[in-house]
Protein backbone atom coordinates (compact mmCIF):
# COMPACT_ATOMS: atom_id res chain seq x y z
CA UNK A 1 0.00 0.00 0.00
CA UNK A 2 1.65 3.55 -1.15
CA UNK A 3 -0.03 6.66 0.47
CA UNK A 4 0.79 10.19 -1.08
CA UNK A 5 0.22 13.10 1.10
CA UNK A 6 1.09 16.86 1.29
CA UNK A 7 -0.53 18.27 -2.08
CA UNK A 8 -2.21 21.25 -2.59
CA UNK A 9 -2.74 24.89 -3.68
CA UNK A 10 0.25 26.86 -4.04
CA UNK A 11 0.69 30.11 -5.41
CA UNK A 12 3.54 30.59 -8.43
CA UNK A 13 7.15 30.42 -7.03
CA UNK A 14 5.84 28.44 -3.46
CA UNK A 15 6.86 24.93 -2.12
CA UNK A 16 5.62 21.86 -1.25
CA UNK A 17 6.79 18.56 0.24
CA UNK A 18 4.93 15.55 -0.84
CA UNK A 19 5.18 12.32 1.42
CA UNK A 20 4.78 8.45 0.47
CA UNK A 21 4.19 6.05 2.96
CA UNK A 22 4.49 2.73 2.36
CA UNK A 23 3.40 -0.70 3.58
CA UNK A 24 3.03 -4.25 2.82
CA UNK A 25 6.59 -4.62 0.93
CA UNK A 26 9.96 -5.04 1.56
CA UNK A 27 10.52 -0.88 0.94
CA UNK A 28 14.35 -0.90 0.66
CA UNK A 29 14.09 -3.53 -2.02
CA UNK A 30 12.12 -1.71 -4.17
CA UNK A 31 12.99 1.38 -6.82
CA UNK A 32 10.86 4.48 -5.41
CA UNK A 33 9.41 6.79 -8.59
CA UNK A 34 6.84 9.96 -8.60
CA UNK A 35 5.46 10.19 -11.88
CA UNK A 36 2.99 13.36 -12.32
CA UNK A 37 -0.22 13.68 -14.49
CA UNK A 38 -0.75 17.15 -15.97
CA UNK A 39 -4.57 17.97 -17.01
CA UNK A 40 -5.16 16.09 -20.20
CA UNK A 41 -1.44 15.12 -20.46
CA UNK A 42 0.05 11.76 -19.95
CA UNK A 43 1.74 10.45 -16.99
CA UNK A 44 5.01 11.03 -17.05
CA UNK A 45 8.29 10.55 -14.48
CA UNK A 46 9.30 13.06 -12.28
CA UNK A 47 12.13 11.87 -10.33
CA UNK A 48 13.03 8.29 -8.81
CA UNK A 49 14.96 6.80 -5.87
CA UNK A 50 16.89 3.68 -6.47
CA UNK A 51 17.25 0.92 -3.88
CA UNK A 52 20.69 1.15 -4.61
CA UNK A 53 20.68 4.91 -3.73
CA UNK A 54 21.08 6.66 -6.82
CA UNK A 55 18.98 9.24 -7.89
CA UNK A 56 17.70 10.55 -11.47
CA UNK A 57 15.51 13.15 -12.27
CA UNK A 58 13.19 14.59 -15.16
CA UNK A 59 15.04 17.84 -17.01
CA UNK A 60 12.09 20.00 -15.85
CA UNK A 61 13.24 18.73 -12.11
CA UNK A 62 16.33 18.96 -11.83
CA UNK A 63 16.90 22.19 -10.59
CA UNK A 64 14.19 22.15 -8.43
CA UNK A 65 12.99 19.42 -7.39
CA UNK A 66 14.74 16.75 -4.52
CA UNK A 67 13.65 13.13 -4.07
CA UNK A 68 14.85 11.37 -0.93
CA UNK A 69 13.90 8.16 0.52
CA UNK A 70 14.02 6.46 4.26
CA UNK A 71 14.34 3.22 4.41
CA UNK A 72 13.52 2.62 8.46
CA UNK A 73 10.70 4.74 7.92
CA UNK A 74 9.82 3.49 4.71
CA UNK A 75 8.60 6.48 3.36
CA UNK A 76 9.68 8.56 -0.21
CA UNK A 77 9.53 12.26 -0.01
CA UNK A 78 9.92 14.67 -3.13
CA UNK A 79 10.60 18.67 -1.72
CA UNK A 80 9.32 20.66 -5.07
CA UNK A 81 10.73 24.46 -5.15
CA UNK A 82 9.79 27.08 -6.98
CA UNK A 83 6.48 25.56 -8.38
CA UNK A 84 5.42 27.03 -11.79
CA UNK A 85 1.70 27.07 -12.97
CA UNK A 86 3.14 24.18 -15.27
CA UNK A 87 3.53 21.67 -12.41
CA UNK A 88 -0.26 21.42 -11.92
CA UNK A 89 -0.83 17.62 -11.65
CA UNK A 90 -2.04 14.81 -9.82
CA UNK A 91 1.50 13.28 -8.34
CA UNK A 92 1.85 9.27 -8.12
CA UNK A 93 4.36 7.83 -5.72
CA UNK A 94 5.27 4.28 -7.53
CA UNK A 95 7.40 1.06 -6.15
CA UNK A 96 9.08 -1.07 -8.51
CA UNK A 97 10.83 -4.25 -8.45
CA UNK A 98 11.51 -6.25 -11.36
CA UNK A 99 8.11 -6.73 -12.80
CA UNK A 100 5.93 -5.66 -9.60
CA UNK A 101 4.76 -2.51 -9.28
CA UNK A 102 2.65 -0.40 -7.22
CA UNK A 103 1.22 2.74 -7.54
CA UNK A 104 -0.74 5.17 -4.55
CA UNK A 105 -4.04 6.81 -5.57
CA UNK A 106 -1.95 10.05 -6.32
CA UNK A 107 -2.27 13.67 -4.83
CA UNK A 108 -3.43 16.64 -6.35
CA UNK A 109 -0.80 19.91 -7.18
CA UNK A 110 -2.12 23.01 -8.24
CA UNK A 111 0.24 26.02 -8.78
CA UNK A 112 -1.96 29.23 -9.10
CA UNK A 113 -0.09 32.28 -11.18
Known amino acids: QLVESGGGLVESGGSLRLSCEVD????????MMWYRQPPGKQRELVAA???????NYADFAKARFVVSRDNPKKTLVLQMNSLQPEDTAVYYC?????????WGQGVQVVVSS
Open 94 to 102: NARQGRTTY
Open 49 to 55: AHADRTT
Open 24 to 31: GIVFSFYD
